[in-house]
Structures are given as structure tokens and as C-alpha cells.
């Protein structure tokens, strides 16, 4: 990961974007989970004005208990940031091979079957190759997606080819999923009244 993000930095600095690498296991983030140890905001804050971008990706931490480490998903990190840092508004997966969240796993010569909205608690059918993705793959992907939808982020899936990644983060409209939060109930309606004596 340490030489994938150096490419996506030299990438990004070809194209006079500065950034900054902030490798998990370097910067103090401990822990797996959601609740890992660290300070998020403090780490990925900008001052006014600032454009850096910030690359940071899954990675194997120290952890307290008998195992000493652990993967501190992308996921994890992700969710983090969006609801931690402030002014992130926008959250985008960026997926390998599909187009977002699939009702059903994908198939070799089947049309892919786009979920284009959605919310915690729809139902859709994933598959999970533990020792490909050892932290949860799509379920919990959307998982945390759905959390930070219900934090107000918008939250979107999409293929992760260029012009779709880039359009997601300029919040322009793309193919893909959306995420969005269940609604909540409105309040009650405060009661009045009566008039008489």
C-alpha cells in the first residue's frame, strides 16, 4: 500500500494537486473497527484554503490483546473522516469492476442488475471472499455507507474509472449507487390548547 499510494501522489503532484500521504500505521492510528484510536480530525483537517489532498488507506495496526495487530479497514477509515472531519460533505467508493452495489453477486456474461438508491435495511445479495478482502467486503461497505448517509454525507458507489470517480466527488450526477438515509419520522405535532373556561 506505501507504493501504491506513492504512485497515487506522483500522479495527483503531475497534476498540480499537492498531497499527503498519511499512512495508518505510521500516524497513530490503532485498533480495528470503527471506533479505532486516533484522532481523525485532527489529522485530515485543512486550514482555509488549503487543497492538499489527503491519501490514506487500510493497513495493519498495532492493536491491545493477544494478536498485537490487526487491518484497520479503508472502510472504517473512510466512515471516520466523513463524519469527523469538518466540511466533508461527500463520500465516494470507488469500486473495482462493477458499477456500484449489485442486487445479486456478479456473473461472468450476466448483465450487472444496479441497485441506483439505496438505504440501510434494502435488501440486496453480496458475496464475501475472506481471503480476498479479510474486512468485510461489500456488507461492510454498505454497512458504513449507510451510516454516514444517516449523518447527512452524500455517499455514492461507482465504478472506480476516472471520469466516474471524478464526477462522484464533484457530486455530479453518475452511474452508480446512491446512498440514501431512511427517513427519519417527523416530530409530533406539538398539541394545543383548548380554548375553554
Not at 27 to 55: K, N, Q, W
Not at 150 to 175: E, M, S, Y
Amino acid at each position: 500500500m506505501m507504493a501504491l499510494s506513492a504512485l497515487v501522489a506522483k500522479s495527483l503532484e503531475r497534476h498540480g494537486l499537492g498531497c499527503r500521504v498519511h499512512p495508518p500505521h505510521q500516524v497513530g492510528f490503532t485498533g480495528t473497527g470503527p471506533d479505532f484510536g486516533g484522532d481523525v480530525a485532527g489529522r485530515f483537517a485543512l486550514a482555509e484554503g488549503d487543497r492538499t489532498v489527503a491519501i490514506t488507506f487500510g493497513d495493519v495496526v498495532e492493536c491491545s490483546g493477544p494478536q498485537r495487530f490487526g487491518i484497520l479497514s479503508g472502510d472504517d477509515l473512510l466512515l471516520r473522516i466523513a463524519t469527523e472531519v469538518p466540511g466533508v460533505v461527500r463520500a465516494v467508493f470507488a469500486v473495482q469492476g462493477v458499477d456500484g452495489l449489485l442486487r445479486s453477486p456478479p456473473e461472468d456474461g450476466v448483465a450487472q442488475d444496479l441497485v441506483e438508491d439505496w438505504r440501510p435495511g434494502d435488501p440486496f445479495s453480496g458475496a464475501h471472499d475472506a481471503a480476498v478482502d479479510v474486512t468485510g467486503g461489500i456488507f461492510l461497505k454498505m454497512e458504513r455507507a449507510g451510516r454516514m448517509a444517516q449523518r447527512g454525507r452524500a455517499v455514492t458507489l461507482v465504478r472506480g474509472v476516472r471520469p466516474r470517480v471524478i464526477a462522484a466527488c464533484l457530486g455530479d450526477p453518475v452511474r452508480g449507487t446512491l446512498v440514501r438515509p431512511v427517513p427519519t419520522q417527523p416530530p409530533a405535532p406539538a398539541a394545543v390548547p383548548s380554548g375553554g373556561t
